[in-house]
């Protein structure tokens, strides 16, 4: 779209993309998005000469609490230095569509809103009639049965799970890797209780944070070590072919990561499978018959 305007003024609105909320999502969202940009812009005369500018509001006081402040700073220094602007002690005042303004007064240009600021759980957690904690989960035990049910179980993002590694004092991250195994050991526990047997608590902690920041650079911890850079990248890589279940998986995620690296990436979109219908639309039923 950008391309084919005739004004600069208007094409300035389509390159411009503002990310609200540093944490996981907002900081590997907004660097790998730059780095797809960065890629195919090229190809666009017309909006290379005008340029990108892609913006990060976070309002504390600086990115990713969830990693070491040492990782944290090398992020942001990391970013700022590929021309994004992260600005920290932020929030976003109001959201038009063609615009927004920030808690300092600015107003951006801009198509693109990205809300990455916080994770909760789907509405209808809230209509279960079951106990909630402040932040909206369900509140569990060590064993992950729903509190004041003996034949409930909760897991993932929508269970507050204590989190063994912060003396479960604080529920756990809604991870992947906590909820598949939250999910193994709640499978026990309802197969331990229906015979009669003691559920065993949740014990596992993380082993590790990896966030990508596109361009072969990450920032990790793994087991305690502290990574950045490429080291981080590679390793976050490994891990997660790794885990890919399957050979299959595997084999085809590994070579469409190395046609990637020897030919950069492809911006053109072959095709598509369609879009869904709403869970709301009274048209779905016949949709789906079609």
Sequence with gaps: I???????????????????????????????????????????????????????????????????ASLAEFATRELRGRGMEILTGTMLESAEANAVTLSTGERIPTRLLCWTAGVKPAPVV??????????????????????????IWAIGDAAAVPDPAKHRRAPTPPTCQHAIRQGRR?????????????PKPFRYRT?????????????ATVLGLRLRGFPAWFAARTYHLAMMPGLERQVRLAVDWSVGLLFGRASAELGQLGHPASLGDPHQDTAATR
């Design 2 to 68: 950008a391309e084919s305007l005739p004004d600069d003024e208007a094409r300035r609105e389509y390159l411009s993309f503002v990310f609200v909320g540093a944490g996981y999502a907002g900081l590997e969202g907004i660097a790998e998005l730059q780095d797809y940009v960065a890629d195919v812009i090229d190809r666009y005369p017309r909006c290379r000469i005008v340029g990108t500018r892609f913006v990060l509001v976070e309002a504390r006081e600086r990115v990713m609490p969830e990693i070491p």
């Design 126 to 151: 809230g209509e279960l009639g079951l106990a909630l904690g402040p932040e909206g989960r369900i509140e569990v035990d060590a064993t992950m049965r729903v509190a004041g049910r003996s034949n």
């Design 186 to 198: 709640v499978a026990e526990n309802v197969a331990a209780t229906m015979r009669g047997r003691t």
């Design 207 to 219: 082993l590790g944070v990896f966030v990508d920041m596109g361009q072969h650079k990450a920032v």
